[in-house]
């Protein structure tokens, strides 16, 4: 049987049908039922309508959207849902109404949304009622928050003892939600149910690509704002400032107060993190001589990328979270200390094998910053020169260990037949802080003559 389906939502268009002109109505149908329980006007003039149909085949009802132009006509409809029943109550305006994604949620009784609307930071808030959740015996108002991907974030349920739903919700400007419905739970007659929620946790943190994050320290200070390149799942990021920590590297120290600032979180994310942090409330000596430190695996770890002397901030890119502290230098920058020494100082006899070669660095760095050492090798000959028995490659990449403390390599013992001998040259760099390096040569003679070590 048709069911007529009509855009005669007069409380949107007009607001008394005696006094105003209806300026056009339409009717919109076919075989089966038809109910429209949402209208909302689009960016370009039209409208978005939601309800549900059994036109699809399904005796149960599918979900059903129309989107029309400015004067009613039909630009087109889609129909979703599963085998049971379904039904729309709200909607958003997307660019073209193909599903990108479908989520659920509820228990194992019956759950309704009837409204939804997009919050802030791209994700939405979702109220209807349930009878499921919440360890209540009816129905209570049911309030969902959902990343931009419709992840569930949190949800919560309100009511009493009868029954309580929520039909709409929108975020207010303090960034908590305001939701109305009805409800009997309270004097056992049914009245406007009217419910503030809080603000969310400044430190929420959403889902999503470039997700800046200020958290409050329990004192109400935020000198720490964060990116995080990527949000996997969303979570709550909390901040604690404090007087005590790690003592600082050597050559550097703490402002006054001494100020440590302490981060974790419970969202997963992937990539990088932003960490910059305002010190206009710390006392340095030397605003141009600190350096933001990470503390992890025991040590601490320069991470500046910025600092901001005019504005105070400084900022620094890390992928985990702990303590971070902002340090100023005490003594000059110095370039790393390199004293290499080789177990090789001559490859006799010129027998054409590979010889294991170890240069120990003997490296350190003033303050005890992080130092990494490199090395590349090089010759005064050319491989596979005349007279040298055409063999190569004649040495192998050097290797450092982890601990920088030496340096492994293969060098082959022999020479062109018609030169004054072969030296290789061994050129070994340290590099400290940004443009702090010391470059030195070993060399390793392999000898025209029979000269031995």
């Known amino acids: 049987m048709k069911i007529l389906f009509s855009i005669l939502a007069l409380g949107l268009f007009v607001s008394s049908a005696l006094t105003q002109t209806v300026e056009w109505s339409k009717t919109i149908g076919g075989d089966g039922h038809y109910e429209a329980r949402y209208v909302q006007q689009t960016s370009e003039g039209g409208y978005i309508i939601t309800g549900s149909t059994t036109s699809s085949g399904s005796e149960s009802g599918d979900i059903y959207v129309l989107k029309t132009d400015s004067q009613g006509n039909t630009l087109w409809s889609k129909t979703l849902g599963g085998t049971g029943w379904d039904m729309g109550f709200a909607g958003q305006q997307t660019s073209d109404g193909n599903e990108t994604w479908s989520k659920t949620f509820g228990g194992e009784n019956s759950d309704f949304g009837y409204a939804v609307?997009?919050?802030?930071d791209g994700g939405y808030i979702v109220v209807g009622e349930t009878d499921t959740m919440g360890g209540v015996e009816n129905t209570a108002v049911y309030l969902i928050r959902t990343d931009a991907a419709g992840n569930e974030v949190w949800s919560a349920t309100y009511g009493g003892d009868g029954n309580s739903e929520g039909f709409c919700v929108q975020q207010t400007e303090d960034g908590g939600y305001i939701v109305v419905g009805n409800s009997d739970a309270f004097i056992f007659q049914n009245e406007i149910y009217l419910i503030k929620i809080a603000p969310e946790d400044p430190g929420f943190t959403p889902a999503g690509a470039n997700i800046?994050?200020?958290p409050v320290a329990p004192g109400g200070e935020t000198?720490?704002?964060?990116?995080?390149s990527n949000v996997t799942q969303s979570g709550i990021t909390s901040l604690t400032v404090e007087d005590t920590g790690p003592i600082p590297p050597e050559g550097f120290s703490l402002g006054n107060p001494p100020t440590y600032y302490n981060l974790t979180t419970t969202a997963q994310f992937s990539g990088n993190i932003t960490v910059c942090i305002d010190y206009s409330d710390v006392t340095y000596t030397d605003v141009t001589q600190l350096q933001l430190f990470h503390y992890e695996n025991d040590t601490w770890t320069p991470v500046t990328v910025s600092n901001d002397i005019i504005g105070k901030k400084i900022c620094g890119v890390v992928t985990s979270f702990s303590s971070f502290a902002?340090?100023?230098?005490?003594?000059?920058?110095?370039?790393?200390v390199l004293n290499p020494v080789a177990d090789h100082t001559v490859l006799w006899p010129p027998n054409h094998k590979m010889v294991d070669i170890v240069i120990e660095t003997n490296v350190s760095s003033p303050g005890g910053l992080p130092v990494t050492v490199s090395a590349v090798v090089s010759s005064n000959e050319p491989v596979n020169g005349l007279g040298d028995g055409n063999l190569s490659?004649?040495?192998t990449e050097p290797v450092v260990s982890p601990d920088n403390a030496e340096i492994r390599l293969q060098l082959r013992a022999e020479r062109s037949g018609t030169g004054t001998g072969r030296i290789y040259t061994v050129s070994i760099t340290a590099e400290g802080q940004p443009g702090l390096s010391t470059t030195m040569d070993i060399q390793i003679a392999v000898p025209i003559n029979n000269k031995r070590e």
């Open 393 to 395: 490659p004649d040495w």
């Open 326 to 336: 902002v340090f100023e230098e005490t003594q000059p920058s110095l370039p790393p």
């Open 212 to 214: 800046e994050v200020t």
């Open 223 to 228: 000198p720490v704002t964060l990116l995080f």
């Open 117 to 120: 609307s997009q919050t802030s």
